[in-house]
């Protein structure tokens, strides 16, 4: 009988054995499990983490272009590639200017763009404050010519001239200076006095559309400067926004006479008809004649 005791005895040892053999490979696959997925869930965070937002460009975007939405888009990029210049969002760009080209899937930089709404502050600004069809002139000015020298960039003048003419009486040609005045332009807006420049903000007066784009909206057809600069007594130049045609005729009244600038108050946008003044009109038909001495 002793035997079989025994025989049944192993076989119950083996059974338990096996039994803890098996939990134990199934506690072993459970933590394996559990570190795997910790691993993958930590290699994803980290993944996650060097992943950074950059407004890219969705097409080739040739300088001195004004961006719109359609243009650009945010894509998420590796940290380490991501420049520190480079904008996240689409509005942070969305109304600027290229300075220069930038390329399909190129991250728009800081350096590559420049805002209108502080186009002043930057070396070559003068060309970002042009409306457009215009052009920018300048002409020599004193402290008595600019009217006190207190007209500041973002004003709105005419622009006064005083000529010569010359006469044949008979036989003889003769001069009589500053013969006539009259008004060579109306409603003429000043860019820049010497080196200052206006700075006029999308804002005023001003609508924006679906794609992006600004139209200007003023009732009275006169922008709005941003910022007010300080008078400037001894500039020697105004740069003055004129069509290519009124360029010419500004260039030749310059050239030809005396200018004189004078300023318009705000809102005032009225280009009236003006007839010149001659010399004569300035002394009266019942002026009697000097007493000789």
């Known amino acids: 009988m002793a035997r079989p005791l025994a025989g049944t005895a192993a076989g ?7 039994l803890l053999a098996l939990v134990a490979g199934i506690v072993a696959a459970i933590l394996i499990y559990t570190a795997l997925s910790r691993s993958s869930e930590s290699t994803g965070s ?5 992943m950074a937002p950059a407004v890219v460009a969705k097409q080739d975007i040739p300088a001195r272009t004004k961006i719109t939405s359609g243009m650009l888009e945010v894509r998420q990029v590796p940290q380490d590639t991501r420049s520190e210049l480079a904008y996240t969002d689409l ?8 300075r220069y080209p930038i390329a399909t899937s190129e991250q728009v930089l800081a350096t590559k763009v420049v805002s209108l709404e502080s186009a002043a502050a930057t070396g070559d600004s003068l060309s970002y404050v042009i409306p457009e069809g215009k052009r ?3 002409i020599e000015v004193s402290e008595v010519v600019s009217s006190g020298g207190l007209v500041l960039p973002g004003d709105y003048v005419d622009i006064i001239g005083v000529f010569d003419v010359n006469f044949v009486d008979g036989e003889e040609e003769r001069t009589e200076q500053k013969y ?3 008004i060579i332009l109306q409603n003429i807006e000043v860019l820049a006095v010497a080196q200052t420049v206006v700075d006029t903000p999308p804002e005023a007066g001003t609508t924006t559309g679906a794609d992006g784009e600004t139209t200007t909206t003023d009732a009275d057809g006169q922008r709005v400067r941003n910022t007010e600069a300080a008078p400037e007594p001894k500039a020697s130049t105004v740069t003055l926004s004129v069509t290519p045609q009124e360029a010419q005729l500004l260039f030749l009244a310059e050239e030809n006479g005396v200018l004189r600038l004078a300023v318009r108050p705000y809102g005032d946008a009225e280009v009236q008809d003006i007839p010149f003044v001659a010399e004569t009109e300035l002394i009266p038909a019942n002026l009697p004649r000097p007493v000789a001495r």
């Open 136 to 138: 920018g002139i300048s």
């Open 180 to 182: 006539f005045s009259r």
């Open 91 to 98: 509005s942070q760009v969305v109304g600027r200017v290229t």
């Open 46 to 50: 980290a993944g996650a983490a060097s």
């Open 12 to 18: 119950s040892t083996n059974r338990r054995l096996l």
